[in-house]
Structures are given as structure tokens and as C-alpha cells.
């Protein structure tokens, strides 16, 4: 499987390969990190000392559901060195700061076998462990060749992703028997991944760690002095858009007109999920004649606005604190979703489109709870925020359901972290015999 896998990669290379070259002259995303994807870094200069535990997240969002377990498995097991691997610049970076034991933090390489398994011989792992269901065959191919032990923590299988996955079933159950332990979301992402070929026996159902998010609420003051940096003034409301795409902007910016007649002081804060998109959205503002600010998450606002893009990383939490009502985006337009616990864990209300397949069990529970709320159109959406902005009453009552959600579904973290370490205490070389 593994000859016909590189074999497909090969002959795809070639063909695609004049594309990629105009790529990376006209783009500079292309080219940026493009060598260490290549498996070629100033990291790997300095040699490891012993043995690791390699943890692999795609980005933001698995970057900090790894944080905690890494701090305890590193805090546990010390005779090993911790390294970490992202999928994306932003990951990566953000990685930099949560996972501070880490010895080396990189861009994981692109999945040709002459990539990656340099990089596994340089990281000298015992154990891999990977968030969610990041499946990169031929990286997991030469982990196991190596004789290291892979496990997967907070796993899970949207519909989409679950259906692709039984096309290529043949070859994909060849990857998930080179896992010896599938810690997942829910019995339904179990199901999944036996279904896919997985060892029912080595699958494990833990709950969903984003649960177990920290709380770091805003205190008045903070939150006082982060309305003067926006310029905002007393009594003006704040809805918050977290994590938009430029395929649904339209369709909130529809709302907010509508918003804007019976509630002519509210505020709009846009946040892009790739600030690389932004100018796409001030070119769509533009075509609509509307006028907005730019925030770059440093500097105070001196004039006044009804919408206001932001240009910044890791100002969604903060921001999202702001709103009276949110919105999480990536559920307008086919994109599966995004996270609507960050808005929740701060009470606030929040609202998302129907394409939530990359967060299925999460849209169950919080609709379930009455804490979140799905609308399909811009008409849905703005008849919504404003029966939300007219009721204090009711936005209260969502803010005290959801905090008594977090506390009904936590503990994730804790029970994946117990299995972890057992697993590693059980298989490792250096910890056998105590």
C-alpha cells in the first residue's frame, strides 16, 4: 500500500509541478515555511539528547487542546524530550508560547517519504501523539517501521472527512492499524473508526476536551480600557463575528443593515479567520459602500465606527468577551464550522449557520442546552439578534445555562491524560522497571 501511495504522490508531483512553480514566484503563503515543510530547519541543527515524545496539532485550536497534555506528560515522564510539530504557521507560532517545555517546535513536513522520515530519525521518537484525526500516511508508515507507538487523543471524524475515508477504506485501515490507541470525542467517532479499520479494542471514548477550556474572563477594568482602545462609548452594543470566511461575509453583512434599523447603536466587530483574506473583506465593503475601520491590535481607534475589521492575531477570546451576542463563522458557507465553545465559555450567546459537520457533537450539546442558537439565512440570523439584543432577561439566563454546561461536560482533559500516561508508563523503554 505504502509502494502505491508514493507511487500516486509521484506521478501527482510531476504533473502539478509547473503549477507549483508559478506558486511560489506569485505567492508568497507558498513559499513561506516552504523548506521546513520540506524537512529541511535551523531546528533540527541541534541534535537530541535522547528519546522523545513527539506531539503532532494541525493548528490553533489543537494547539491549545494540547497544551495541558503536554505540560503533564513532559512534567511525568522527564527522561524524555518533548518536541512539537503544527501544521500551519499560525499553529506553529502559537505553539512557541503555550508549549514551553518543548525543546523544539516546527512545521510538520509535507507527506513524502523522503520529507518526513529524516525528520523522525532527527526527532528520535518513542511515542507520537497526534490531536484530533490528523492521518498522514506516510509519516505514520515510517513511525511504525521505527518501531515508535502512535497514539491519537480527542479524535474524531466528521461527515465529510468520514465519507472520503470509506472510498479509500482499502488503504486508509492500513493507517489506523499502525495507531495503538484512539482516545475520541464520542461513541458515534468510535463507531467511525472502527468502521474505517481501527481495533475496537484499542478505542477509547473520553469526551471532548475543548470542554476543559481555561477560563480567563476579563476584569472591569480590562474590559473598560479595551472599549476606550476601540473607541467605544457607553451603551453601545457589541455583536461579535469570530472566525468569518469571505463566502458568508455577504450574508451577515445583509443582517447587520436589517440590525442597524431597530438598533441604530450597535457595533460590529468582524475577526477573519485568515487575516490574509482581509482584503477580500474590505473589498466587499467596499462594493456595498459601507464604511468600516481597521484595528491591528495594538494601536487606540480615534474615530468612531459601525464596523470594524480586525487585522490581529489572538484577539479573539478578548474580543468575543466584548459581545453582547456572537457568531461563529465557517457554518454560512461550506466550511464545517468553527469552534462555538470560545464565545460560550465567557456566557455569551452565540450563534452559527447549518454547515457545523466538523462540530457535530459540540452544535448537539450546546443547542441541546439552549446556549447556542442556528439560523440559516441573513433573515433568521438578524430577527434572532435582535429578540437577543431587545431581552437582557433571556441573554442572562443563556449566560448561566452555559456555564453550568461546562461544568456537566468537562473532564475530558483529565481522563485522556490518564490513559495517556499509562500507555506511555506501559510501553516505554526507559520507565520499564520503574
Not at 456537566?408 to 508508563?425: D, M, P
Amino acid at each position: 500500500m505504502a509502494f502505491l501511495y508514493n507511487l500516486l504522490q509521484t506521478l501527482l508531483l510531476i504533473l502539478f509541478l509547473p503549477l507549483w512553480g508559478i506558486l511560489l514566484v506569485v505567492n508568497e503563503r507558498f513559499r513561506k515555511g516552504l523548506l521546513e515543510r520540506l524537512g529541511i530547519s535551523e531546528v533540527f541543527k541541534e541534535p537530541m539528547q535522547g528519546p522523545s515524545i513527539w506531539v503532532h496539532a494541525a493548528s490553533l485550536g489543537e494547539v491549545k487542546v494540547s497544551e495541558p497534555i503536554c505540560g503533564e506528560l513532559a512534567e511525568r515522564f522527564q527522561r524524555y524530550e518533548l518536541v512539537f510539530s503544527a501544521s500551519t504557521p499560525v499553529g506553529k507560532k502559537q505553539a512557541k508560547v503555550l508549549i514551553k517545555k518543548a525543546k523544539k517546535v516546527f512545521l510538520l513536513p509535507l507527506d513524502f517519504v523522503w520529507a518526513v522520515c529524516p525528520v523522525v530519525r532527527k526527532c528520535r521518537p518513542e511515542f507520537f501523539l497526534v490531536a484530533e484525526t490528523e492521518l498522514w500516511p506516510n509519516l505514520f508508515f515510517c513511525l511504525r517501521r521505527r518501531g515508535v507507538r502512535i497514539a491519537l487523543f480527542n479524535g474524531r471524524i466528521s461527515d465529510r472527512s468520514f465519507k472520503r475515508y470509506k472510498i479509500f477504506r482499502f488503504f486508509f485501515r492500513h493507517v489506523l492499524r499502525c495507531v495503538e490507541l484512539f482516545l475520541v470525542q464520542t461513541e458515534e467517532d468510535a463507531k467511525r473508526m472502527v468502521a474505517l479499520g481501527a481495533r475496537s479494542d484499542r478505542v477509547h471514548v473520553t469526551g471532548n476536551v475543548k470542554f476543559d477550556a481555561p477560563f480567563t474572563p476579563m476584569n472591569a477594568a480590562k474590559a473598560r480600557r479595551l472599549r476606550v482602545t476601540l473607541h467605544l462609548k457607553e451603551g453601545e452594543f457589541v455583536w461579535v463575528a469570530g472566525s468569518i470566511h469571505p463566502e458568508e461575509f455577504p450574508i451577515l453583512i445583509d443582517a447587520f443593515q436589517e440590525l442597524k434599523k431597530s438598533f441604530p447603536r450597535i457595533k460590529w466587530i468582524v475577526i477573519p479567520r485568515h487575516l490574509y483574506a482581509l482584503p477580500q473583506f474590505e473589498e466587499i465593503l467596499r462594493s456595498r459602500e459601507l464604511p468600516f475601520s481597521v484595528w491591528n491590535g495594538k494601536g487606540s481607534l480615534s474615530e468612531p465606527w459601525d464596523i470594524l475589521l480586525v487585522n490581529a492575531l489572538g484577539q479573539l477570546v478578548r474580543l468575543y468577551q466584548l459581545g453582547v451576542v456572537a457568531f461563529v463563522g465557517g457554518s454560512l458557507a461550506p466550511i464545517g464550522g468553527h469552534n462555538p465553545l470560545e464565545p460560550l465559555r465567557y456566557g455569551v450567546p452565540t450563534i452559527f449557520g447549518p454547515k457545523m459537520e466538523n462540530f457535530r457533537e459540540i452544535r448537539e450539546i450546546t443547542l441541546k442546552e439552549a446556549v447556542a442558537f442556528e439560523v440559516s439565512d441573513a433573515n433568521e440570523l438578524s430577527t434572532l439578534l435582535s429578540r437577543l439584543l431587545g431581552d437582557p432577561k433571556w441573554r442572562g439566563q443563556v449566560r448561566e445555562k452555559s456555564f453550568q454546561m461546562f461544568e456537566k461536560y468537562r473532564g475530558a482533559t483529565k481522563r485522556s491524560i490518564q490513559q495517556l500516561e499509562e500507555w506511555v508508563e506501559k510501553n516505554s523503554i526507559l520507565y520499564k522497571g520503574g
